[in-house]
């Protein structure tokens, strides 16, 4: 394939309606928390709730919706937080860092849903 002077192809890029032409990449992460906030969790707790929120990020709030069954919920105060990372947010995470990067939000939420579902029913 010929190629403009000036221009650069991507080998396997593809134009489509059907994916988005723009991805959002993450390549550095903070996660701040005030040491009142730490009191009483343990190092995993921590730990494990820095990594879903540098690698999901997620928003603050998240955790309240989420309940017991992940530690993004490390911070509620109507529950018991789970001791480290639970199976959900495993299957959340390997689902959301799977598969094309091309998918427009609403495509990669519902592969996002249908894929936790499956790997928790196993």
């Known amino acids: 394939q010929h190629v403009p002077k000036g221009a650069f192809a991507v080998p396997g890029?593809?134009?489509s309606r059907l994916?988005?032409?723009v991805r959002q990449d993450t390549g550095l992460a903070f996660v701040v928390l005030?040491?009142?906030a730490i009191e009483?969790?343990?190092v995993t707790q921590i730990a494990d709730?820095?990594?879903l929120r540098g690698l999901a990020g997620t928003r603050s709030d998240a955790g309240d919706r989420l309940g017991p069954q992940s530690i993004g919920s490390l911070f509620a105060s109507d529950h018991e937080a789970p001791e480290a990372l639970t199976d959900f947010d495993r299957a959340y995470l390997t689902s959301l860092y799977s598969g094309s990067n091309g998918k427009t939000y609403d495509q990669k939420t519902r592969e996002i849903a249908l894929d936790v579902a499956k790997i928790l029913d196993r």
């Open 19 to 21: 994916s988005s032409p």
């Open 13 to 15: 890029a593809s134009q």
């Open 40 to 42: 009483g969790k343990s």
């Open 49 to 51: 709730y820095g990594a």
């Open 34 to 36: 005030s040491r009142a």
